[in-house]
């Protein structure tokens, strides 16, 4: 099938341009695939697993919400905000003061869980990613987490010169993941520690600018001819290493589609080349 017209501009385009990186967009976490409609069902298209999704999402996020057994109010948890930073088995390890609540329920009771939500999801907060992740709570050797969290929080280096300011680290007991409306689960502790973020997950968002911004005819054509689907309008929602999601809109109806990449990608160039094969193939 040929493509002619303003289509074959922006292929032109395509290939000059780099993806753009943006922070105003959705970060490629994967969403549901009946989240924007349900269409006919068919053949099952590969995608990331939970345990996947869930250290995507560990890895992109850096503010969360931790939750302690609080002293004061006896049974009750408490609910703080944690910058955080996740090492290389995705346990998040704090910076955090012996004056602060929620360090002195630590002290009291290790056992706290961290919910971590999709950056920019506030727009579809319940459409939106999350990752509930429990353990215990302990301090941690500074010297084992202290450059990667500096390295998210740079301000934070001016605490250390406070003696009541430590490093603590979650180790990660049980993990519950959301992807959006009816996509979720637990995840066993070693499948999640064994699991690796999607190497697309820094890209995802300049690549889905890109092609929402540029190259929205492309997606329509690719819509139709990988997905069957015939749209008005096409827009790329997340892309990971084995395939991207779509949104599209006909005259009566908004409807999700995942598409599998043909072979899979693993850095910005590949993914780019991979788009222009589908489109221009």
Request: aromatic letters at 10%.
């Amino acid at each position: 099938m040929r493509i002619a017209g303003r289509t074959s501009k922006l292929i032109l385009l395509y290939l000059k341009h780099e993806f753009r990186a943006t922070a105003s967009v959705t970060m490629g976490i994967m969403p549901n695939r009946q989240h924007a409609g349900s269409g006919p069902s068919g053949p099952e298209i590969p995608e990331p697993s939970l345990a996947e999704r869930a250290r995507t999402l560990v890895s992109l996020a850096r503010i969360g919400s931790l939750s302690t057994h609080s002293r004061k109010v006896d049974g009750f948890p408490f609910g703080s905000v944690m910058p955080f930073a996740a090492d290389d088995l995705g346990r998040p390890a704090f910076f955090i003061s012996t004056m602060a609540m929620h360090t002195q329920n630590l002290q009291a009771d290790g056992r706290a869980s961290l919910l971590v939500q999709q950056p920019d999801g506030a727009a579809d907060p319940l459409g939106s990613a999350r990752v509930t992740l429990l353990g215990t709570a302990a301090p941690a050797p500074a010297e084992e987490v202290r450059d990667r969290y500096f390295s998210r929080y740079e301000d934070a280096r001016y605490w250390q010169e406070y003696s009541d300011f430590a490093f603590y680290r979650l180790e990660v007991a049980a993990i519950y993941f959301i992807g959006g409306f009816g996509v979720m689960g637990w995840v066993p502790a070693d499948v999640y520690a064994a699991a690796s973020p999607d190497p697309l997950a820094d890209a995802a968002p300049a690549i889905i600018r890109h092609m929402n911004a540029d190259h929205a005819d492309a997606l329509r054509h690719i819509a139709l001819r990988f997905a069957g689907e015939m749209a008005d309008e096409a827009s790329l929602t997340a892309v990971d290493r084995l395939g991207f999601h779509l949104r599209l809109k006909t005259a009566d109806k908004v409807f999700g589609r995942r598409v599998a990449f043909p072979r899979e990608v693993v850095n910005r160039e590949e993914a780019r080349k991979v788009f222009i094969e589908m489109t221009v193939g």
